[in-house]
């Protein structure tokens, strides 16, 4: 396994603001490797590359559904446009008969979303909501009424 995958991985931990089960550096680099992630990496010839944004395609349970994921740009690189970049060229990768979804409560992310088409859906403890949620598989990630953290639900 790349150091960069490794290095990655604990940065995504560091910031406690993503899906858990998806932060090893085994699920972040296959992502990459089915060509479902965008990445931006430095470019060292010799050494270890630093990933310094990063995007994934998830698969639901249900199969006319992705979840744009995991999305996240270094501090030093934030405020520049990469959010919406890196998003913008993961929409791109998806199969054209994809609906998708997405989680944040990242206000940049948000409006990225809203600029790319995305649309929030319901409140947070929306109740029709529920049974499309277990189907597609994050019905335990639904924004509920002790959410904290702000996390809202979007979809495209």
């Not at 899906?19 to 990496?41: K, M």
């Not at 998806?94 to 409140?123: C, K, S």
Request: charged share 25%; with cysteine.
């Amino acid at each position: 396994m790349q150091r960069k995958w490794e290095v990655l991985a604990e940065k995504l931990k560091a910031e406690k603001a993503y899906y858990l089960p998806r932060l090893t550096p085994r699920n972040l680099s296959a992502r990459q490797y089915a060509g479902r992630a965008i990445i931006r990496e430095s470019n060292e010839n010799h050494g270890d590359r630093t990933i310094s944004a990063y995007a994934a395609l998830w698969r639901s349970h249900d199969p006319t559904w992705y979840e744009l994921g995991t999305v996240w740009v270094s501090a030093e690189l934030r405020g520049n446009g990469f959010c919406r970049n890196i998003m913008t060229e993961l929409i791109a990768l998806a199969p054209a008969d994809i609906r998708l979804l997405m989680f944040t409560a990242d206000v940049a992310i948000m409006r990225a979303a809203h600029g790319l088409g995305f649309f929030e859906v319901g409140n947070p403890s929306h109740p029709s909501n529920e049974p499309w949620a277990i189907r597609v598989g994050v019905s335990a990630r639904l924004p509920g009424i002790d959410n904290p953290e702000g996390r809202r639900l979007f979809v495209r």
